[in-house]
């Protein structure tokens, strides 16, 4: 089996993305070495921020027998990047060994409920392309993961860890473990009242005003588009 990871974070190589679908790699190719049956496991990873390669990147697309897009949320939806990246994908609506097609999409708000339209969006386009669907992996709140203690990344580093083992067994998602990683699909009350209390002291908006301040970018926090 040839998989291909599309990673469409606009961060590439330095995205949360990235150090999520490593984990999952890591235990993809864990399962290839003790899988006798499917010792011909192989996995490749492509970086979507390389638009000028978008030629090298259809060929992947073409010759995967499984692809999995892999990317943050933006706006409720996909980066330009991946979706640059789609529109690219239209010559090949039916063709024949179309690769069957996974997703991953991660956000910085917890709650699931803000990628179910994307999820939606992405179940018509395999649809369309004429790719088998293998589901979408959605986790919520990892904006954080780069700068949290290891305590605090165990449990998620450790389910794409096992996605990816499973990945490598069976060729599919594990639902099991799709359902623990969207287990917030809308905060419940007690958790509001915490957000709502680091929000009022300042606590919630702290790691985005330093990423804020790291770029230059802190005084412009309110800026908003003039009308004439
Ligand atoms: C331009 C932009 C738009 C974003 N839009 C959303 C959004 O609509 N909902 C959300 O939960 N997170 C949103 N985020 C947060 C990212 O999804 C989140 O930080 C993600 O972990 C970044 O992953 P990456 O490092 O792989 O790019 C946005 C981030 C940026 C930079």
Known sequence: MKLTIFNGSPRGKGSNTKILMDHFCKGFNAAAEVNAVE????????????TDKMEELLELF??????????????DCVPGIVKYFIEQLEPLCGRENNPDMGFVVQSG????????????????????????????VIKGGVEGIQVQPPRMTREL?????????????????????IRELAKWERLPGW??????????????????????????????????????
């Open 62 to 75: 073409e010759e995967a027998d499984k692809v999995i897009l892999a990317f943050p949320l933006y706006t």
């Open 39 to 50: 010792n011909n496991l192989k996995v490749n990873v492509a970086y979507l921020v390389h």
């Open 157 to 177: 580093f450790d389910s794409f860890y096992r996605l990816g083992v499973h990945f490598g067994k069976t060729g599919a998602f594990d639902e099991t473990i």
């Open 109 to 136: 708000f917890p709650e699931a409920v803000h990628s179910r339209a994307v999820e939606k969006f992405l179940e018509k386009l395999t649809r369309r392309l004429g790719c088998k669907y293998l589901g979408t």
């Open 191 to 228: 958790r509001l009242v915490l957000y709502k209390f680091a929000a009022f002291t300042g606590i919630a908006n702290f790691y985005w005003n330093s990423q804020l301040k790291k770029n230059n970018a802190y005084a412009e926090s309110f800026a908003k588009p003039e009308y004439r």
